[in-house]
C-alpha cells in the first residue's frame, strides 16, 4: 500500500516537474554532441555508457553536430570501448561548426573505430528521422550538448515537425545562463552551443513544439564551479575518454567543468536528489544569442537549479559514473 501510495506520489511529482523521477524502462537516448572543443563531451558519453550499462538508458544513436569526421571517430571509439560498437553515427554533412579539437585527432589515431570517412556515415539528421520513426510515441529524450544545426534542421525536413512532437518526450538542452530571479537579459553571451550557430539555435529553440529542459551554464558549465576528471587518471590507460581529458590538458587528466555530464545525467535520471527545476515558461531567445525568460503557466520550458549545499554531492554521482568500468 505504501508502495503504490509512493508510486502515485512518484508519478503526480513527475507531471508536476515535467521531469520524470527514475524509470521503470530504460530511458531511450538520441545523443548530439560537438566533440571537439572541449572534453566534457567525452565524459558525457562515459556518464551515458555507465547508465546504459546499469539498464538505465538505451542509447539509440551518437550524433555529431559538426562535420569533423575525427569527432565522430571519437565518439565511435568511445561507443567501441564501452562495447557499444554497433551505435548508429552520423554527422553534419553540409556546412556546420568547424573548431579546432585538441583531442579528437589522436584519439581517431589512436584507438579502434569504424570511421574511415565521415562520407561513409549518415548526416545526422536523417539518422533523428530514422531512429523517431522507428520508435513508440513520446518514448525518446533527445540530448544536445553541442550545437543546434541538426535540431533546426530535422525540424526543418518533411514531416520533421510531426516526428518531434510525436515520439520525443523532451528535449535536455545544454546551454543558457539562467541567472536572477527572473533570469537577466543578456547572460546568454559566453554560451558557444548557441553561438556558434546562431542561425540554428535561433530557430530550433522557438520551434521546438514540445517540452525543453536546459541545463544552464551557471549549474554545470564554468561559471557553476563543479569540476571533475581527475580522477580519471586511475582508469586504464586505454580508456578514451581518458585520453582526451589527459590531450584537453597536455598531460595529466585533470578537473573539468560538468556542462555535458550533467546533462546526459538529468535525462537519464531526471532531477532525483541532485537539482531542482524552474516553474514553466519560455527562452525568448534573440538574434544576438542574448535572451529574456518568459515565465507562463502553459510553458513548455524549464531550466535546471542548483539545490543549496548540493556542488559536491553532484559532483560524486557524476564521477562515479564517470570512472565507471564498462560493463563485463
Ligand atoms: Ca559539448
Given amino acids: 500500500m505504501i508502495a503504490r501510495l509512493l508510486l502515485i506520489l512518484s508519478v503526480s511529482l513527475s507531471a508536476l516537474c ?45 550524433v555529431t553536430s559538426v562535420p569533423d569526421p575525427n569527432a565522430l571517430a571519437s565518439v565511435d571509439a568511445i561507443n567501441r570501448y564501452r562495447g557499444r560498437p554497433d551505435v548508429p553515427l552520423g554527422l553534419v554533412k553540409d556546412g ?24 561513409d556515415f549518415p548526416d545526422a539528421v536523417e539518422v533523428y528521422r530514422r531512429i523517431l520513426t522507428n520508435q513508440p510515441d513520446r518514448s525518446v ?4 550538448v553541442g550545437y543546434l544545426t541538426n535540431v533546426s534542421r530535422f525540424l526543418q525536413s518533411p514531416g520533421g515537425m510531426e516526428l518531434a512532437r510525436a ?15 527572473p533570469p537577466k537579459d543578456d ?4 554560451n558557444v552551443n548557441f553561438q556558434r550557430d546562431a542561425a540554428s539555435a535561433h530557430h530550433a529553440i522557438h ?23 581527475s580522477a580519471l587518471a586511475g582508469t586504464p590507460a586505454d580508456n578514451p575518454v581518458r585520453r582526451a581529458y589527459e590531450l584537453y ?17 538529468v535525462a537519464v535520471r531526471g532531477l532525483t536528489d541532485c ?40 559532483e560524486r554521482v557524476l564521477e562515479a559514473l564517470l570512472v565507471a568500468p564498462p560493463k563485463e
Fill in 18 to 62: 515535467g521531469v520524470s523521477l527514475r524509470a521503470a524502462e530504460p530511458v531511450k537516448i538520441l545523443f548530439d554532441t560537438d566533440m571537439t572543443t572541449d572534453c566534457d563531451d567525452a565524459g558525457a558519453m562515459a556518464v551515458l555508457h555507465a547508465l546504459a550499462d546499469r539498464a538505465e538508458c538505451e542509447i539509440l544513436a551518437t
Fill in 96 to 119: 556546420g561548426v568547424k573548431m579546432p579539437s585538441k583531442f579528437t585527432g589522436r584519439i581517431a589515431r589512436e584507438f579502434p573505430h569504424r570511421v574511415v570517412s565521415g562520407s
Fill in 141 to 144: 529524450v533527445l540530448v544536445t
Fill in 167 to 181: 515520439k520525443v518526450t523532451r528535449w535536455v538542452c545544454m546551454g543558457g545562463n539562467f541567472i536572477g530571479d
Fill in 187 to 190: 547572460l546568454s553571451l559566453g
Fill in 207 to 229: 520551434r521546438w513544439p514540445g517540452e525543453i529542459v536546459f541545463a544552464g551554464r551557471e549549474v554545470c558549465s564554468v561559471p557553476s564551479g563543479l569540476a571533475i576528471g
Fill in 249 to 265: 590538458f597536455d598531460g595529466a587528466a585533470r578537473d573539468r567543468h560538468v556542462a555535458d555530464l550533467a546533462a546526459v545525467l
Fill in 275 to 314: 537539482w531542482d527545476l524552474s516553474a514553466p515558461g519560455r527562452m525568448d531567445l534573440r538574434e544576438d544569442m542574448t535572451f529574456s525568460w518568459i515565465p507562463d503557466p502553459a510553458g513548455k520550458q524549464r531550466y535546471l537549479l542548483k539545490k543549496p549545499d548540493n556542488d559536491r554531492h553532484v
